[in-house]
């Protein structure tokens, strides 16, 4: 698959256990700094004996700060990485957004790989170009759109998923049936949804959106359905990103098709969730007191509409 933007081709490679010819997929005459987190690097590691360069951070978002990046960037300093050279991101959707980020600064731009290693990284976060970091607290509060020059997308990556990241993944896939595809939530709720081919047509979604709406400015703004009040859930409880958006997309929605959804794949809904306004009320889609929002007419369609802060003033 390739998505065409306004100044790049990205390919996109979906091919189960290419992990194990990984190195195949590179230039033996590029310098490549492999950027992970420690468990998939002690995981699969083994698999890039070609790369001699490689900086770890801990997992989760702890590591997605702007004091990392400036980390990673004077390591690639104290190292003497050229404009020539190129970053490969290996990890979930913390790592992508921050390999890309210091691959958009680094020298004002090098070029850089995303191989993501989570459901939420392989559908969602790898493709489209943004990339950044969180600030005080608040997500991706400062970041770029940069596309890698390939993304490699190995369902087998999975296996190894601790559960609750299965279930954060999970939810990222209910975001699009819900908005694109209701057969996809049929299939979770029947037990009959294969993953290697729901991630393909999560994936033929992504792009479809993205390079419609390059830089979200219109359509693409479908994709923060339950992003509102799932950033505040997960910056304020903690909760795995996914997660915190499956419970986003029903408290935006009240759709009871979405909450039998989740439910089908774990979802717990004897949770309330209080004090979230002072999270929502930094969201940077907010626009003085107005933000875009997403009306999920019914499972497969969904419109944008203008809202106002205010309507979230008692979560």
Known sequence: MRANYQNKTVEIIVRDDCIKSITSYFNENIRYLLIADERVHSLYGQYFPTIEDFYLVKPGE????????????????????????????????????????????????????????????????????????????????????????????????????????????????????????????????????DISRGIYRCIEFKIKITEIDEFDTGKRQLLNFGHTIGHAIEAKYKLAHGIAIGYGMYLESKNEEIKKTLEAIGFNFNIEFKGLYPYIAKDKKIHGNKITLIDLKELGRADLREGYINEFIHQ
């Open 62 to 193: 702890g590591s997605k700060t702007i004091e990392e990046a400036l980390k990673i960037i004077k390591f690639m300093l104290d190292n003497n990485f050229q404009k020539e050279d190129q970053i490969i991101a290996f990890g979930g959707g913390v790592v992508g957004d921050l390999a890309g980020f210091v691959a958009s600064v680094y020298k004002r731009g090098i070029k850089y790989i995303n191989i993501p290693t989570t459901i939420i990284a392989q559908v969602d976060s790898s493709i489209g170009g943004k990339v950044g970091v969180n600030f005080e607290g608040y997500k991706n509060q400062i970041g770029t759109f940069y596309h890698p020059e390939m993304i490699i997308v190995d369902p087998s990556l999975l296996k190894t998923l601790p559960e609750q990241e299965i279930l954060s993944g999970f939810g990222e896939i209910v975001k699009y049936g819900a908005l694109f595809d209701r057969q996809i939530c049929t299939d979770i709720m029947k037990e009959r949804f």
